[in-house]
């Protein structure tokens, strides 16, 4: 397939991932698509440990790096913030009794810092801390670099385009997206409110045209809510250049969720996948569970904004992740999960979306030739 993406960046498919699973970025590239690691999260060894893994088994293909490009991003480092001023009593009261109601036993005294410490780490707060991970993923021949939040400084983007290196942006809102162009990026994904993660609430079938409209003749990839061939065919219907999905890759075999979160997955609804500030203070769509449910019962405390809701409520997380407590058990998901399933390989997932692509492009020509 040819679009203005797959030219710009000698790929074979406009099929784009989002994952934070090395094997999902190397099966998606080496399908003939592109893998791109989430790396907001990571730490730089993390990153330079996956990427150096990514680089070895990719076969020479195209691959990217997503991350938050340093701009206005919050300002202190988290070991610098007085937590125990800015984390109120009533949240920690109320996250301790849930745990204990729950009977999610506490971590291993032997390891509860340790563990604690690596999920902090995973906070790239400062403008520093985040060029860390700029840094490391530029000693790699990354094609690609997408910026998660906010509007990347042109310096920045110019910079990554004189290393050959393309630079997009994820956008919510069609006026974002012109920001982004004024930035310098080469091309948009335009992400809809059914998807996974961090959203707006502007759905995909009306803000996809409006973005691709915005900054034509500016690429664009669509996203939110695309895990096969039909959803995939209606983007490019409306002028999308290629598909970006992210939840879709959740529940295949590369994918490192663990096997109990997998069976939550795949039992779940398209309406069990909520908006919701429990995990990190910003809205975020992801599956329903208890944990999102008991911040909206009578009497709970208000989230806290970004980053200290993800700080407050990182060691309840991993109680209920280490415990195996699946009805507490979260992830960020977008509304296609109701349709996921069955675990199947990346590889299945991109030939059966091709497949459903092919038809439902032949059905549409289809209309308009007889007509
Ligand atoms: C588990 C998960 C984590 C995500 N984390 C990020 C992130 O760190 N940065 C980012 O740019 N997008 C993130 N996203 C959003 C994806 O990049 C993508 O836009 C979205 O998944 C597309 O919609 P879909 O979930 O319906 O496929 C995440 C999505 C999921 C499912």
Redesign the pocket.
Known sequence: MKTPITEMLGIELPIFA?SHCRDVVVEVSKAGGMGVL?A?GFSPERLEEELRWIDAHVDGKPYGV?LLIPNTYEKRAVGKLDLDVLIPRETREFLANKCAEANIPPLPESEAAELLKTQLDKIQMTPEEATGLLDVALRYPIKLL?N?LGTPPRETVAMLQAKGIRVAS?VGKADHALAQVDAGVDFI?A?GG????HTGSISSMVLWPQVIDAVAPMPVLA?????RGKQMAAAMAMGAAGV?????W?GTSQSDVTPKLKERLFAAKAEDAIQSRAMTGKPCRMLRSEFSDMWLAPGAPATLPMPLQTIATAEMRMRIERAGAKDYMS????Q?VGDMKHESSVRQVVMAMLEEFVDAASSLSALVSEA
């Open positions: 989002f989430g907001s997503d997408v998660a994820l994904v992400q059914e998807a996974g993660g996203a939110g809510g695309i895990g970006w999905c992210g939840s879709i959740l992830y960020p998901v977008g296609i």
